[in-house]
C-alpha cells in the first residue's frame, strides 16, 4: 500500500456532504483519511520534504517528539521505515505500563522510543541516552507536529490531486498550524480559508501560522471549538461524531477532525458562512487516535 511516492494519492477523493443545503450551503470534504488506515493524512503531506531533505543531507536517523497518542509519531515511524531511515521517538512523560496503540504501531515500524519527563519535553531537551546509541551528526530532527516551512510546503500539495477551485471557503482543524499555511499557499487569492484550533487558547497560532507563508494572506483562526482543550472531549462531542457518521457515512476522530465537522455545523446553523457558500472541509485523517476510547463510544 505504502509506494514511493509515500502518499498513495489515488486513493484521495472529494464527497460531497448534503446536510447544509436547506441553509443554500454547499460542502464537501476532501477525504485524506482514506490515505491510510493508520498513517493519517494530512501527516504524509507534511513529512515528505522534510524527508527529501535528510535524504539530501545523508542523515540516517529522523528524530521527533510526541504525545503517547499522537499521529504525527506513528506516521513518521513509518515513512522513515519507507524511506530506509532509522527512526527514533521522544514521547512525552513517563514510559506506560502498556503501551497505547499508537506506540506499538510506531514500535513495529522500527520506531525507537524514549520517554522524558513533561519538563523535558517542554524544552525538547534530547536524552544523552540517544547520542549513546546514534551518532549527532547522523540525525535529523524534525520539529514536534512537522511544523516548519519544509512542513509547510509538504501540506501545500494537499489540495494537488483534486480540483478545489470551485470551493469559496477551505477549512481545516489547526494543531501546529503548518497544514493550514499549506492550505492557504496553495489556495487562489479569493479562496477564504479558516481555522479551528484544537487547542485551549493557543493564540500564539497567528503569528505562527503567519510565518510559514510564501505570501501575506489574510486567514481566519477560531478558538471556540476546543471542548476543553487538546484531546479533551465530552457526551456532545461523541454524539456529534456518532450522529454526522449517520447521515453522512464519514467517520472522524475526537482530536481534531470531530471539532472541526462539529464547528461546521454550527457556524452552518449560525450563519456565519454568506449563503451560497461552497466549503471544502479538509479531512485530515487521525482516526487511529480513537482507538484509545473504550470501546463502544463510536459507532464507527
Ligand atoms: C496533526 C493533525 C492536525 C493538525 O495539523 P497541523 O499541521 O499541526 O495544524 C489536524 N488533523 C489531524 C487528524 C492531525 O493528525
Known amino acids: 500500500m505504502m509506494n514511493k511516492e509515500l502518499i498513495p494519492q489515488q486513493?484521495?477523493?472529494?464527497?460531497?456532504?448534503n446536510a447544509f443545503l436547506k441553509f443554500h450551503i454547499e460542502a464537501a470534504v476532501l477525504r485524506l483519511d482514506l490515505?491510510?488506515?493508520?498513517?493519517?493524512?494530512?501527516?504524509?503531506?507534511?513529512?515528505?520534504?522534510?524527508l527529501?531533505?535528510?535524504?539530501?543531507?545523508?542523515?540516517?536517523?529522523?528524530?521527533?517528539?510526541?504525545?503517547?497518542?499522537?499521529?504525527?509519531?506513528?506516521a513518521t515511524a513509518a515513512a522513515a521505515k519507507q524511506f530506509g531511515f532509522n527512526s527514533v521517538g521522544l514521547i512525552r512523560?513517563?514510559?506506560?505500563?502498556?503501551?497505547?496503540?499508537?506506540?506499538?504501531?510506531?514500535?513495529?515500524?522500527?520506531?525507537?522510543?524514549?520517554?522524558?519527563?513533561?519538563?523535558?519535553?517542554?524544552?525538547?531537551?534530547?536524552?544523552?541516552e540517544v547520542f549513546e546509541q546514534y551518532d549527532a551528526g547522523s540525525i535529523y530532527i524534525?520539529?514536534?507536529?512537522?511544523?516548519?516551512?519544509?512542513?509547510?510546503?509538504?501540506?501545500?500539495?494537499i489540495l494537488k490531486p483534486v480540483?478545489?477551485?470551485?470551493?469559496?471557503h477551505i477549512v481545516s482543524a489547526v494543531g501546529t498550524g503548518t497544514t493550514l499555511a499549506g492550505?492557504?499557499?496553495?489556495?487562489?487569492?479569493?479562496?477564504?480559508?479558516?481555522?479551528?484550533?484544537?487547542?485551549?487558547?493557543?493564540?500564539?497560532?497567528?503569528?505562527?501560522?503567519e510565518d510559514l507563508l510564501i505570501e501575506k494572506k489574510e486567514f481566519h483562526l477560531i478558538h471556540d471549538y476546543h471542548f476543553g482543550g487538546y484531546a479533551k472531549y465530552n457526551l456532545q462531542?461523541?454524539?456529534?461524531?456518532?450522529?454526522?457518521?449517520?447521515?453522512?457515512?464519514?467517520?472522524?476522530?475526537?482530536?481534531?477532525?470531530?471539532?472541526?465537522?462539529?464547528?461546521?455545523?454550527?457556524?452552518?446553523?449560525?450563519?456565519?458562512?454568506?449563503?451560497?457558500?461552497k466549503i471544502l472541509i479538509i479531512h485530515s485523517g487521525g482516526l487511529q487516535g480513537n482507538r484509545s476510547l473504550p470501546k463502544g463510544t463510536l459507532i464507527f
Request: hydrophobic fraction near 40%; charged fraction near 20%; glycine fraction near 10%.
Open 237 to 277: 462531542l461523541i454524539a456529534f461524531m456518532n450522529e454526522w457518521y449517520r447521515t453522512t457515512g464519514i467517520p472522524s476522530d475526537f482530536v481534531y477532525t470531530g471539532k472541526l465537522f462539529f464547528a461546521v455545523n454550527d457556524l452552518v446553523q449560525k450563519n456565519y458562512f454568506p449563503l451560497h457558500s
Open 142 to 157: 524534525i520539529n514536534e507536529g512537522g511544523y516548519g516551512l519544509k512542513g509547510a510546503e509538504g501540506a501545500g500539495a
Open 93 to 128: 512523560g513517563e514510559k506506560p505500563e502498556k503501551f497505547s496503540d499508537t506506540l506499538n504501531d510506531a514500535l513495529s515500524f522500527g520506531m525507537k522510543l524514549f520517554f522524558i519527563s513533561r519538563e523535558e519535553y517542554k524544552k525538547k531537551i534530547i536524552p544523552n
Open 52 to 74: 527529501k531533505e535528510a535524504g539530501a543531507l545523508n542523515k540516517k536517523s529522523i528524530l521527533t517528539f510526541g504525545g503517547a497518542f499522537s499521529n504525527h509519531i506513528v
Open 11 to 17: 486513493n484521495c477523493r472529494i464527497d460531497a456532504v
Open 163 to 168: 480540483d478545489a477551485s470551485g470551493f469559496t
Open 183 to 209: 492550505l492557504l499557499n496553495a489556495a487562489t487569492p479569493s479562496q477564504k480559508i479558516t481555522g479551528f484550533s484544537v487547542m485551549k487558547n493557543n493564540f500564539s497560532l497567528q503569528k505562527e501560522i
Open 35 to 50: 490515505l491510510h488506515p493508520v498513517i493519517s493524512g494530512n501527516k504524509w503531506f507534511k513529512l515528505k520534504e522534510y
